[in-house]
């Protein structure tokens, strides 16, 4: 949901590629599945610890941030551990599988390396 609205054009002939931004949507129909995407940030603070630092005042207090999302009805299939992509996110394998609106699919984002989020985005936790 986006506070106040969203407004977009349709260029079908433009070049995605050259598109500063993108959009991912999905219909608003019955049997959506809410989902939990969890992403987690480094668990130290510093790149690299030297010898005279204390290993607890680069203890990092903020590692997870989740996010909830719908996503489509096909995603109520996924069972624990599977590893899924989605688009323009990135890879994620399942912690729990869907069971009901009050316990949603919960997927934790699969570290791919790169400092920039496959989406551009830099999610809820700024990765480095």
């Known amino acids: ?39 987690f940030d480094n668990l130290i603070s510093k790149d690299k610890l030297e010898e005279d630092d204390k290993f607890e005042d680069y203890i990092n207090p903020d590692t997870e941030a989740d996010t909830e999302v719908i996503g489509d009805a096909g995603l109520k299939t996924l069972k624990e551990h599977d590893i899924i992509q989605l688009e323009r996110r990135g890879f994620y394998r399942v912690d729990r599988a869907y069971v009901n609106e009050s316990k949603p699919l ?15 985005l830099d999610g809820k936790l700024a990765h480095r």
Not at 11 to 23: E, L, Q
Not at 106 to 120: E, R, T, W
Request: charged share 30%; glycine share 12%.
């Open 1 to 39: 949901k986006v506070e106040g609205g969203l407004e977009g054009k349709f260029i079908p002939d433009g070049d995605v590629k050259a598109a500063k931004r993108k959009i991912s949507w999905i219909a608003d129909v019955p049997g959506n599945t809410p989902v939990i995407l969890a992403e």
């Open 106 to 120: 919960k997927l934790f984002m699969i570290p791919d390396g790169k400092k920039k989020a496959m989406s551009g």
